[in-house]
């Protein structure tokens, strides 16, 4: 695509409204036939967009915005991949809680490259359809008990590998979660990611999800907004919403403003998904009641995002 930040709004803008018919059935089949539109999409903010426009579905379009955050978590996973984030196990997700282990095969060091994985992770998103999974694990603890972790890479196909899948969620259904099994992975250097498995990707990645999938949600309301012929004003909304959103998601996931940002904009994404239940009454029954199913999406984490934004505001009273 140009080098125009506003390109997807152009985008947008232009495009015919779209038909339903013959959808996939799975979120892997949508992908895979969605690739190559989202190929040219190299800022991930776009992608989720562009990805959620092309959606029939609000879990379709999560799932995409899902992926599009790894992508920018993890800039040297390949696009057609289908990733899932292994961070939670049975007491949460903070770094004290993750049990997982990854151990050298030889203990004495001869061979530092090579390591083993153990452990189990829970409510793995898109557990199911993953082909990569990036697991969480700990190294042991350092001189203040703090827990090392480091992020590892691993393949679905790999020997020791199991997944059990959990009952469906009451809403987007289609996005399969489940428990990871790790038992006796052998697992190279390089197959380990660089840097701080906390500071780098755990940390950062809840903010980072939040903008890319909100801005997935925001292209599957312009989809419907073009669909069912929505009025300008609120098209205007939804597009000045996915600028504000863009904009975050190209900064610093850990820089404050970001987060204060981050909370204003999703105060205004809260008010305009309100405000446009009026419209929805018009739209076409199946896609209204998923929606409805669906809409609880949106207000998941909000405690953990309350937390975050008043921690960015008490660092500028600290300053």
């Given at each position: 695509m140009p080098e125009n930040p506003l390109a997807i709004?152009?985008?947008?803008?232009s495009q015919p409204a779209p038909a339903d018919a013959a959808q996939p059935p799975t979120i892997k089949a949508w992908k895979s036939r969605h690739d190559k539109e989202l190929a040219p999409w190299i800022d991930t903010p776009d992608r989720a967009v562009a990805g959620g426009f092309l959606a029939d579905r609000v879990a379709?379009?999560?799932?995409?915005?899902?992926h599009s955050a790894l992508l920018r978590l993890v800039p040297s996973l390949a696009p057609d991949a289908f990733p899932a984030l292994c961070i939670t196990e049975e007491g949460g997700g903070h770094p004290r809680m993750i049990k997982s282990r990854l151990a050298p095969i030889d203990p004495d060091g001869a061979d530092p490259a090579k390591w083993r994985l153990n452990g189990?992770?829970?409510f793995i998103t898109g557990a199911a359809e993953a082909d990569v999974y990036f697991v969480a694990a700990?190294?042991?603890t350092d001189e203040s008990r703090q827990n090392n972790i480091r992020l590892v890479r691993i393949n679905s196909d790999e020997a020791g590998v199991s997944v059990e899948l959990m009952p469906d969620l009451p809403f987007i259904p289609e996005v399969s979660h489940g428990v990871l099994w790790m038992k006796d992975i052998p697992v190279q250097a390089s197959q380990m990611l660089p840097g701080d498995g906390y500071l780098r990707y755990i940390k950062p990645f809840r903010t980072i999800e939040d903008l890319h999938v909100s801005s997935a949600v925001l292209g599957y309301f312009f989809r419907i907004a073009t669909q069912f012929d929505w009025p300008r004003p609120?098209?205007?909304e939804i597009l000045s919403l996915i600028v504000a959103m863009r904009t975050l998601a190209m900064?610093?996931?850990?820089?404050?403003?970001v987060h204060i940002a981050l909370g204003g904009?999703?105060?205004m994404m809260d008010r305009l998904t309100a405000g446009l239940d009026l419209l929805w009454e018009k739209v076409d029954a199946p896609v209204r009641e998923a929606w409805e199913r669906d809409r609880t999406l949106l207000g998941i984490a909000k405690k953990v995002r309350t937390a975050r934004l008043a921690s960015a505001w008490d660092h500028y009273k600290a300053g």
């Amino acid at each position: 695509m140009p080098e125009n930040p506003l390109a997807i709004i152009d985008w947008l803008v232009s495009q015919p409204a779209p038909a339903d018919a013959a959808q996939p059935p799975t979120i892997k089949a949508w992908k895979s036939r969605h690739d190559k539109e989202l190929a040219p999409w190299i800022d991930t903010p776009d992608r989720a967009v562009a990805g959620g426009f092309l959606a029939d579905r609000v879990a379709y379009a999560f799932a995409n915005g899902y992926h599009s955050a790894l992508l920018r978590l993890v800039p040297s996973l390949a696009p057609d991949a289908f990733p899932a984030l292994c961070i939670t196990e049975e007491g949460g997700g903070h770094p004290r809680m993750i049990k997982s282990r990854l151990a050298p095969i030889d203990p004495d060091g001869a061979d530092p490259a090579k390591w083993r994985l153990n452990g189990r992770k829970q409510f793995i998103t898109g557990a199911a359809e993953a082909d990569v999974y990036f697991v969480a694990a700990s190294t042991g603890t350092d001189e203040s008990r703090q827990n090392n972790i480091r992020l590892v890479r691993i393949n679905s196909d790999e020997a020791g590998v199991s997944v059990e899948l959990m009952p469906d969620l009451p809403f987007i259904p289609e996005v399969s979660h489940g428990v990871l099994w790790m038992k006796d992975i052998p697992v190279q250097a390089s197959q380990m990611l660089p840097g701080d498995g906390y500071l780098r990707y755990i940390k950062p990645f809840r903010t980072i999800e939040d903008l890319h999938v909100s801005s997935a949600v925001l292209g599957y309301f312009f989809r419907i907004a073009t669909q069912f012929d929505w009025p300008r004003p609120q098209k205007q909304e939804i597009l000045s919403l996915i600028v504000a959103m863009r904009t975050l998601a190209m900064g610093d996931p850990l820089d404050t403003g970001v987060h204060i940002a981050l909370g204003g904009a999703l105060q205004m994404m809260d008010r305009l998904t309100a405000g446009l239940d009026l419209l929805w009454e018009k739209v076409d029954a199946p896609v209204r009641e998923a929606w409805e199913r669906d809409r609880t999406l949106l207000g998941i984490a909000k405690k953990v995002r309350t937390a975050r934004l008043a921690s960015a505001w008490d660092h500028y009273k600290a300053g």
